[in-house]
């Protein structure tokens, strides 16, 4: 676990990255940061992640019982990314550079 010395400025807008399609607000103000870069990327893998459970989630809804029960279950996975949201809001305020459970390791934004 590294802390990191940014400016509280670029602690909230990496912290801001972390809300749903919001991941491009620290590369926009913050371009030259590579604390910024890191929770926008964070953030974009989030995003990207819950746009597809919710996606399969709702095309499973449709079918009766089975699809139901699937839908359930990706339910639950979507409050599991909702805890990763406040983890990695967390992380970026407080100054630290923790990669996400499970997605975190993913790179899109060098």
Not at 28 to 48: E, R
Not at 66 to 77: D, F, R
Request: aromatic share 10%; net charge positive; proline share 3%.
């Amino acid at each position: 676990m590294s802390v990191f010395m940014v400016s509280s400025t670029e602690k909230a807008l990496s912290a801001i990255g972390y809300l749903g399609f919001l991941f491009f607000i620290p590369l926009v103000c913050c371009k030259d940061s590579q604390y910024a870069k890191f929770h926008a990327n964070q953030g974009l893998i989030l995003f990207i992640t819950s746009l597809i459970v919710t996606i399969v989630s709702r095309i499973f809804a449709l079918i009766p019982i089975i699809g139901w029960l699937i839908a359930l279950l990706l339910s639950i996975v979507s409050l599991v990314l909702f805890a990763f949201m406040i983890l990695g809001i967390v992380n970026a305020a407080t100054g630290k550079m923790n990669r996400l459970p499970l997605i975190g390791s993913l790179q899109l934004i060098k």
